[in-house]
């Protein structure tokens, strides 16, 4: 079945470095591929998503860009703040699944001053 | 800005007591999800619902559990005689249409707490 496979955390980075959290997928059909937030003591936020091959998502500085070849959907920003600190988590859906979001493990980013 | 809300932010329960937790979705929205999040561990589906009935469910959605939308503005989740391991984060989500490529909306979440 599908499944999402993503770095482990916690990733610790001071604050103006270069993030990059890695998403790889198994999938038997043409998924959507998302990253939700969850920052301390809140919901989950959907941040972006792409729903075909080579689309790139983007939001807040965050991009992602939808790699069908290797199967990835690896999370990048080019500068972190300490208001990134959160739990970043990898999803995909598609009708093999029947839409449910399959979801990675989560990675915990924490980033210090 | 619209959004889903859960209640109560906090349960604690004891073994084999019943427990109901609340969501409101998005007004205008058809499609009603229950996710849960053990601590340290993936976030799971539980259950879909649509048009008044349960369109998909997992494995772990078994007999004791239960959904329902009473009132056309609440989703309910219950869970009819609680266990240990049912202690997790429930997340309730929500989507207009048919979520191939749409958002879902999630809830702040339920922490159960099963003693």
């Known amino acids: 079945g599908d499944s999402v496979t993503q770095m482990e955390g916690p990733v610790t980075l001071s604050e103006e470095a270069f993030l990059t959290i890695n998403c790889t997928y198994t999938?038997?059909?043409?998924?959507?591929l998302f990253w939700y937030v969850q920052y301390p003591g809140e919901g989950l936020q959907l941040l972006l998503k792409a729903t075909k091959a080579d689309d790139k998502g983007s939001n807040k500085g965050f991009e992602a860009t939808y790699r069908k070849e290797t199967t990835s959907f690896h999370l990048e920003k080019g500068s972190v703040q300490v208001s990134d600190s959160a739990v970043y988590f990898c999803?995909?859906?598609?009708?093999?699944?029947?839409?449910?979001?399959?979801w990675g493990a989560g990675t915990k980013l924490i980033i210090k001053p | 800005e619209p959004e889903v809300t859960q209640t109560p932010s906090h349960q604690v329960t004891q073994m084999g007591q019943e427990v109901i937790l609340r969501c409101v979705p998005i007004?205008?929205?058809?499609?009603f999800y229950w996710y849960r999040q053990i601590l340290g561990q993936k976030v799971e589906f539980l259950v879909s619902f649509y048009n008044n009935e349960i369109s998909e469910k997992s494995e772990i959605f078994d007999d004791q559990f239960s959904v329902e939308r009473p009132d056309g503005s609440n989703f309910t989740l219950k869970i009819r005689s609680t266990k240990l391991e049912d202690s997790a984060m429930y997340f309730c989500?929500?989507?207009?249409?048919?979520?191939?490529?749409?958002?879902?909306?999630f809830g702040p979440g339920t922490r159960l707490t099963v003693l």
């Open positions: 999938a038997t059909g043409y998924p959507s």
């Open positions: 989500a929500s989507t207009r249409d048919l979520p191939s490529y749409n958002e879902q909306f």
């Open positions: 999803a995909l859906s598609d009708l093999d699944s029947n839409y449910q979001l399959i």
């Open positions: 007004s205008n929205h058809l499609y």
